[in-house]
């Protein structure tokens, strides 16, 4: 499956942003569904999963009641809608794909990836 993320951009701090992953090549409703973020000098991290009816949802600490994923499988597209945005949350955004989820804000645990997203947050 081929990921595209799109809809990072500069936003100041208290703002929001939407970003979208689009899939190609297969169903998407077969995969569970991952959102990491890098930045810069940093690992890449965990912020975001959802199943892959979309029925469950776990988020990282440092972003729970601040974002939001959902997806629409009938478009193949996956979700992370980001409010009240922080300087912290600058990074390049990745969305992920999870065949059989095992470990799922494991890195290792995702079978494709997509190309990033740049997200900046202004002070």
């Known amino acids: 499956v081929q990921l595209q993320a799109s809809g990072g951009g500069l936003v100041q701090a208290g703002g929001s942003l939407r970003l979208s992953c689009a899939a190609s090549?297969?169903?998407?409703?077969?995969?569970?569904m991952g959102w990491f973020r890098q930045a810069p000098g940093k690992e890449r991290q965990f912020v975001a999963y959802?199943?892959?009816?979309?029925?469950?949802?776990y988020y990282a600490d440092s972003v729970k009641g601040r974002f939001t994923i959902s997806r629409d499988n009938a478009k193949n597209t996956v979700y992370l809608q980001m409010n009240t945005m922080k300087p912290e949350d600058t990074a390049v955004y990745y969305c992920?794909?999870?065949?059989?989820?095992?470990?799922?804000?494991?890195?290792?645990?995702?079978?494709?990836w997509g190309q990033g997203t740049q997200v900046t947050v202004s002070s």
């Open positions: 992920a794909a999870d065949k059989f989820p095992t470990n799922w804000p494991n890195i290792g645990d995702y079978d494709y």
């Open positions: 090549g297969r169903t998407l409703s077969n995969y569970y």
């Open positions: 959802i199943s892959n009816s979309g029925g469950n949802t």
